[in-house]
């Protein structure tokens, strides 16, 4: 009788776990490459991308575009990307109500110099190359 129990008890607390969530869907992007690869490019087509040299390196890479890339923010949480700040990025550095103004980054290329806008302030000016 105990392991009967013991055994209906499993069985009910099995019932009651909840499904483990489906891993996400990741689009397949290749790697950058210092050569260009016509497969690559197929790929990062495929994904919605433009297979493109970038950075120093000059390497050729997959940028794919944020959805809401261009969109007005004040805070990173805001966007798929960061939150840029300044008129090269569609923001400015003017003080509104609720801080500084800004836009979502439009893609996942990580090159160029920008600053982000953190709960509506600038952040510090950062280069990568």
Known sequence: ?????????LFFMAACASPSPAPPIETKVPEPTKDYSE????????????YQRAGM???YRC?????DG???????AHCEGKCLAGPDNGGDWTMEKGGAR???QANDNPFGCYSELIN??????????
């Open 120 to 129: 509506g302030r600038v952040g510090p000016a950062l280069c990568v190359d």
């Open 1 to 9: 009788m105990k392991y009967f129990l013991t055994g209906l008890s």
């Open 70 to 76: 261009g969109k007005a923010c004040s805070d990173s």
């Open 39 to 50: 497969a690559n490019m197929t790929l990062c087509a495929a994904a919605g991308g433009n």
């Open 63 to 67: 940028t794919l575009p944020y959805s």
């Open 102 to 104: 800004g836009a979502c």
């Open 57 to 59: 390196l000059g390497w």
